[in-house]
């Protein structure tokens, strides 16, 4: 807890028990939307309305402790500001985010950079995806 406290306190905000928790949620579970959030601290029994998680979630944003990705239109998710660079995969199905990193595309997002005249800033890279389904089952007869 006390780390939290020094998290918030680092991005100038106050250590309040809504920001300490809706922090603990992040950290734990990732990529969320307010409304799970929400969900997840009523399964805590802790009493932290909608409305206070996203000014939260805004304040968080602002201070550079948490992102914003809108990886499905009009549906938001959270996670906290890594140090590690890393990519996302969404699948399509599920809505599930996979997080991953690959250094050979890192390489190679940085040549086609520089072969333009152009080095790497920032960037964002998101693959949607679905789970491959096998057409044919095999059975004893194809064996």
């Known amino acids: 807890m006390q780390k939290k406290n020094k998290e918030l306190q680092k991005a100038g905000l106050k250590a309040t028990l809504p920001r300490i928790k809706i922090l603990e949620v992040l950290d734990a579970k990732g990529h969320l939307s307010a409304e799970d959030i ?3 601290l009523i399964l805590m029994d802790e009493d932290v309305g909608l ?3 996203y000014r939260v979630l805004t304040q968080f944003e602002a201070a550079g402790i948490v992102i914003k990705h809108n990886f499905e ?3 938001a998710v959270y996670e ?3 140090d590690e660079h890393h990519d996302h995969m969404v699948c399509i199905e599920s809505g599930k985010i996979i ?3 690959d250094e050979v595309i ?3 997002q940085a040549e ?3 072969q333009h005249g152009y080095e790497i800033v920032d960037h964002n890279m998101v693959l949607y995806v679905k789970k491959i389904r096998n057409k044919h089952k095999i059975c004893t007869a194809c064996a």
Do not use: G
């Open 106 to 108: 890192e390489q190679r």
């Open 99 to 101: 997080e991953f990193h």
């Open 51 to 53: 409305a206070t998680i």
């Open 38 to 40: 929400y969900k997840e």
């Open 73 to 75: 239109e009009a549906h």
């Open 80 to 82: 906290i500001v890594s």
């Open 112 to 114: 086609i950079a520089s």
